[in-house]
């Protein structure tokens, strides 16, 4: 499946937004530190990682090939979506959907109305974060950032931060399992595995495909025993057994977002499960719409 890629005249304009602002006025490049590892973080030494230029698209092609099964997204229904929103979490709590936007000085997080896509409530992050996979567990709210080396936890009742932890590596995707256990991603093939509690790292799954590495996982999905996890640059997301890391299904979002709609969109990003049924939630970052949709076989 084709990569979709920004348009150029985007492109230029989000890398100047995805900069932080000592990067824009001084022209050098900036990061923050990664902070210290939290205690326990030796479980996340293995299993080894693959080298993130290895193609997931290869890996997925010669999986499907295999006869791993393809799913495709059936369309529902649809909400309208804040085309300013770059999507980089989304999940359904309750009868309120959650979305954690990025980028340096727009990052956000978001309450939403599930039915209409309306803004409820949001709140920005400091400008100098970047925003990135949320989770919601009770009153608890995480919220990963992408290279600034903390996690954020929020109030849900009052929608404020509470606090931040140290955080090794990348943060990217985040969910959480029906036993209060959270699963991050970090852009790699790895999943990491953590206590919903505080974060503390249990271990962590290397995610294949016939016994080919998938890189490059991005926003999660915790449904059941298994995981969603969309591939970043792509429009496959690949559902993960959380007890072996092997792929069990490949979702085909290709043309999911009309052709018309894609003017100054980006990447598709964002799958919220709808508690109590067989339908999810799919959307991207820049994307003009929500879509209500059934997986079925291909």
């Not at 979506?81 to 000085?105: I, K, P």
């Not at 996979?133 to 849900?156: C, F, H, S």
């Not at 495909?209 to 998938?214: D, E, N, S, T």
């Not at 915790?222 to 969309?230: L, T």
Request: with cysteine.
């Amino acid at each position: 499946m084709p990569e979709r890629r920004v348009p150029v005249k985007l492109a230029r304009l989000l890398l100047l937004l995805a900069l932080p602002p000592v990067v824009m006025l001084a022209g050098c490049q900036s990061s923050a530190p990664a902070g210290p590892a939290p205690d326990g973080a030796s479980a996340l030494e293995g299993p080894p990682l693959t080298p993130v230029d290895v193609n997931p698209n290869e890996s997925i092609r010669e999986g499907l090939a295999d006869g791993v099964p393809r799913l495709r997204p059936v369309v529902l229904g649809t909400l309208p979506h804040d085309r300013s929103s770059w999507t980089q979490g989304l999940e359904v709590s309750g009868q309120t959907l959650f979305e954690g936007t990025g980028l340096y000085g727009r990052s956000k997080l978001r309450e939403l109305d599930p039915r209409t896509g309306r803004v409820l409530r949001d709140s920005p992050l400091a400008p100098e974060l970047y925003g990135e996979g949320i989770t919601v567990l009770g009153d608890q709210i995480w919220q990963l950032t992408w290279k600034n080396g903390v996690v954020l936890g929020w109030d849900r009742p009052g929608l404020r931060q509470t606090g931040r932890q140290p955080w090794s590596g990348e943060g990217w995707g985040l969910c959480h399992t029906s036993d209060g256990r959270v699963v991050a991603s970090d852009g790699t093939d790895r999943l990491r595995l953590l206590a919903g509690s505080d974060l503390r790292p249990t271990g962590a799954l290397a995610v294949r495909i016939g016994g080919r590495a998938v890189t490059a996982l991005n926003e999660l999905e915790c449904v059941g025993d298994s995981v969603y996890a969309n591939v970043f640059e792509t429009d496959w997301l690949v559902r993960i057994d959380l007890a072996s890391g092997n792929v069990t299904a490949v979702v085909d979002a290709a043309g999911l977002l009309p052709e018309a709609q894609r003017v100054d969109a980006s990447v598709l990003n964002g799958i919220a499960a709808l508690p109590g049924t067989d339908e999810f939630l799919l959307t991207g970052k820049l994307w003009p719409t929500i879509f209500r949709v059934r997986l079925a076989s291909q």
